[in-house]
């Protein structure tokens, strides 16, 4: 397969205190992006901290990763909030982690939101509303990691910041491009030749096969492979050596 200038993301720092996820280490060196969580739904400060020494050293760039304050849902559980509480909440995670990693000499090159306020912002046009005026009051040089093809990637455009197409490389999709829930069993890709291929469907032909089969388009700039799901490790390596990716940095 020809080279192809394609970013690969994964979610990292997750690990809290003595709940260990994931292997940042072993993964680093197969991604170009990371979405550093920010302690709201995991990530302590020495696991934050450590992870942004990881991504320094192995040149990749940072991005921070908050989601709802749901350490025991992992994030996972929608909850609602107002839009002054989550404006605050997003506020708080992104200028932690953005002041973290400028301490070391880094800059932040990007917010991904995580688990559930990801999938409302991505059918609710209020929530991502209040994403994007939130990152763009912080730095307007920062840009949104969000889902391919749907409305969000409009609103952040509109407000003025930079959006990045992201697919996945483990889940399942519907046809309206929503990913499919986590309660389906169908809704993970857990071998990595399978997640392969679907990628190199998203990428080459711009098009994936949702769960019902059909083929639906996309775009893909950036790949996401889940930190925490059991074969984060040879999902990153076979994508990474299969698309020869270089550091994009």
Known sequence: ???????????????????????????????????????FHGGDPKTISNTIDYALDKNVKIGAHPSFHDIKGFG?????????????????QVSALKGMVESKGGRLNHIKPHGALYNMASIDDEIAKTIVKVIK???????????SMLRWKNISE????????????DRNYNDDLTLVNRNNNKAMITNPKESLRHVERMVKEK???????????????????????????????????????????
């Open 1 to 39: 397969m020809k080279s192809k200038k394609i970013d690969i993301n994964c979610d990292m720092g997750e690990s809290y205190y003595d709940i260990k996820v994931g292997n940042d280490y072993k993964i680093m060196p197969f991604i170009t992006s990371c979405n550093i969580a920010c302690g």
């Open 76 to 92: 996972r559980k929608i909850i609602k909030v107002s839009n002054r509480q989550l404006k605050n909440q997003i506020l708080y």
């Open 137 to 147: 009051n912080i730095d307007p040089n920062l840009k949104l990691y969000g889902p």
């Open 158 to 169: 509109n407000i003025g910041i930079n959006y990045v197409s992201e697919v996945f490389s």
């Open 207 to 249: 098009t994936v096969k949702s769960i019902k089969g059909n083929l639906i388009p996309i775009i893909a700039e950036t790949i996401c492979v889940h930190g925490d799901q059991p074969n984060a490790i040879d999902f990153a390596k076979i994508i990474y050596d299969s698309f020869k990716i270089k550091k994009l940095i």
